[in-house]
């Protein structure tokens, strides 16, 4: 399907190491399709009210990709689909 944001986690070659324990994570992209409106079933449907990614207030467009970071990039990792965006 059209998308209006898409979540991608880095390689693991880029991964960085952070802490005084020197934790390993692997950071994330969020990409944003600036002509695409949210579709229903997106969690941020009704914030954007209809408008496509390109055409909402910096406000709210920080929103819905803190949105899809939440969502998406914690359920991919509980589902271990971080291998597959690698991969794609």
């Given at each position: 399907?059209?998308?209006?944001?898409?979540?991608?986690?880095?390689?693991?070659?880029?991964?960085?190491?952070?802490?005084?324990?020197?934790?390993?994570?692997?950071?994330?992209?969020?990409?944003?399709?600036?002509?695409?409106?949210?579709?229903?079933?997106?969690p941020?449907?009704?914030?954007?009210?209809?408008?496509?990614m390109?055409?909402?207030?910096?406000?709210?467009?920080?929103?819905v990709?803190?949105?899809?970071?939440?969502?998406?990039?914690?359920?991919?990792?509980?589902?271990?689909?971080?291998?597959?965006?690698?991969?794609?």
């Amino acid at each position: 399907r059209d998308w209006a944001t898409r979540t991608r986690v880095v390689p693991k070659e880029q991964s960085i190491t952070v802490g005084e324990q020197d934790k390993t994570i692997q950071p994330a992209m969020v990409l944003i399709n600036i002509h695409r409106s949210a579709s229903p079933d997106d969690p941020f449907f009704e914030e954007t009210r209809g408008l496509p990614m390109g055409a909402l207030p910096a406000e709210t467009l920080a929103r819905v990709i803190a949105r899809e970071i939440q969502d998406n990039i914690t359920e991919k990792s509980m589902r271990g689909h971080v291998a597959q965006d690698e991969l794609s």
